[in-house]
């Protein structure tokens, strides 16, 4: 008779040496000791046969190249992964979800931005390495306190296409003081095309029709970001 497959075992955390245990080492050291891995073995609990869970969650990074880029990932995209079924993607779906909504949750915990780096940092993680375009608005209130940062569109993108009405619709319905627009590309050079440079004049001058100030249009990269405003494309000269 032929031999019968050796089945190999699901190892899970409570298979890792306790002083290991990303569990234990939290409720030791705080969340913010964890590494990278360590955090997403706890959401994962168990790794695929034969690889334990710190392993499995350190091979799905090295794919991603890390968390921005998991951050965009598809539930198709990750169940592709060996031993990533629709329950374990459902699970890193979510946490990265609920860390998007706890940031603007509430109102004494909303980022506040003072210049356009800090813009930038906070949609690097999102952007940085989507494999389609993204135009997004960050709106900010009279305290320049983020109201809220929505996706106006996403995809294939030719910004002569691009409804300048569609980037104030939610300014206006969250009463926003001021936005920022932003776009990605995913080629990874954040280089403003003519076409960008002609889409932020329109969205300046419908801005000041509207009464709500465009105080920049950023384009990002991969980890790389350019200021339309700094560069002095398509904002008129201060006075």
């Not at 245990?21 to 959401?43: F, H, T």
């Not at 992964?81 to 990265?96: M, P, Y």
């Not at 690097?124 to 900010?140: F, N, R, S, T």
């Not at 206006?172 to 001021?178: D, E, F, Q, T």
């Amino acid at each position: 008779m032929p031999d019968s497959p050796v089945q190999l075992p699901y190892y899970t955390i409570h298979d890792l040496p306790e002083d290991t245990r990303p569990r234990e080492r939290l409720k030791r050291l705080g969340a913010q000791s964890l590494s990278d891995p360590e955090l997403l073995a706890i959401v994962l609990r168990s790794g695929t046969p034969g690889t334990n869970v710190i392993d499995m969650s350190t091979q799905l990074l090295r794919r991603y190249r890390g968390l921005p880029a998991m951050a965009q990932a598809s539930m198709e995209d990750l169940c592709s992964h060996h031993g990533v079924g629709e329950a374990k993607a459902s699970q890193i779906l979510a946490a990265i979800e609920l860390g998007r909504r706890i940031i603007l949750a509430a109102p004494e915990t909303r980022p506040q931005v003072r210049s356009a780096n800090d813009v930038a940092q906070l949609l690097m993680a999102e952007l940085a390495y989507a494999d389609q375009e993204h135009v997004k608005v960050v709106l900010i209130d009279t305290r320049n306190y983020v109201i809220a940062m929505p996706t106006i569109y996403k995809g294939s993108l030719n910004t002569a296409h691009i409804r300048v009405g569609e980037l104030f619709k939610e300014a206006i319905r969250r009463n926003a003081a001021a936005m920022i627009v932003a776009h990605n590309h995913p080629s990874g050079d954040p280089t403003p095309s003519p076409e960008d440079v002609t889409l932020t004049r329109q969205i300046v001058k419908a801005g000041k029709l509207l009464n709500i100030q465009v105080l920049d249009h950023l384009v990002l990269g991969h980890q790389r970001w350019v200021s339309l405003k700094e560069k002095g494309l398509g904002f008129a000269p201060e006075n």
